[in-house]
């Protein structure tokens, strides 16, 4: 069965540093998610992008943060200053199509910064 | 804004007692409520979901129930096992493309 993979599962970083976060969603959905989980917090949505561009955003998603589909398979999550309070889960997803509703999650990036 | 409220935050139970967790949504345009079991350093995933225009959908020993007009919508686990014991999420979300939108959660414990 197809999966959302994601690329690291732990990465480390130091205070003002640049992250990229890496997802491959299942090949032929449309639409693709980042989500940011605190820990011992709820899911909280940060972006959706659909026909290469970004669809909505939440106000998380400032302007340190921005996405990228380079190619037709990856889909990228950047953060270019990093701060003490990025340190979360980062959850990709991804959706077939308008037609449906469910959401396949990857198994998330755990970032740590310090 | 949109938001969706869950009740309780944390719920413990004996083995083998029913488990309920209520949710509330704001967004009169969300019409797919999924159910999201996480376990620690997991990803969420889905245990069950219902679209708007059901009223109760049942899964083995998971339902779920929504009252569209009231913007209420409750999961219940019957005879409950400790590998039941977990963080369970609800959420909202409109039709196609849209964001979900998750509670705050609720931690499950199963007493053996």
């Known amino acids: 069965e197809p999966e959302v993979t994601q690329t690291p599962s732990h990465q480390v970083t130091q205070m003002g540093q640049e992250v990229i976060l890496r997802c491959v969603p299942i090949?032929?959905?449309?639409?693709f998610y980042w989500y940011r989980q605190i820990l011992g917090q709820k899911v909280e949505f940060l972006v959706s992008f659909y026909n290469n561009e970004i669809s909505e955003k939440s106000e998380i998603f400032d302007d340190q943060f921005s996405v990228e589909r380079p190619d037709g398979s990856n889909f990228t999550l950047k953060i270019r200053s990093t701060k003490l309070e990025d340190s979360a889960m980062y959850f990709c997803a991804s959706l077939v199509g308008t037609s449906y509703n469910e959401q396949f999650f990857g198994p998330g990036t755990r970032l740590t910064v310090l | 804004g949109e938001n969706v409220e869950q009740h309780p935050s944390t719920l413990s139970v004996q083995e083998g007692d029913s488990a309920v967790i209520k949710c509330t949504y704001s967004d009169s345009a969300s019409n797919y409520f999924p159910w999201y079991k996480q376990e620690l350093g997991k990803r969420p995933q889905l245990i069950i979901d219902i679209r708007s225009n059901v009223g109760e959908k049942k899964d083995q020993r998971i339902a779920v129930t929504l009252n569209k007009t009231a913007k209420h919508f409750s999961l219940h686990i019957t005879e409950t096992q400790p590998e039941d014991s977990a963080v369970y999420f609800c959420?909202?979300?409109?039709?196609?493309?849209?964001?979900?939108?998750f509670g705050a959660g609720t931690r499950l414990f199963v007493k053996a």
């Open positions: 090949s032929n959905h449309l639409y």
């Open positions: 959420a909202a979300k409109g039709d196609g493309g849209f964001k979900t939108i």
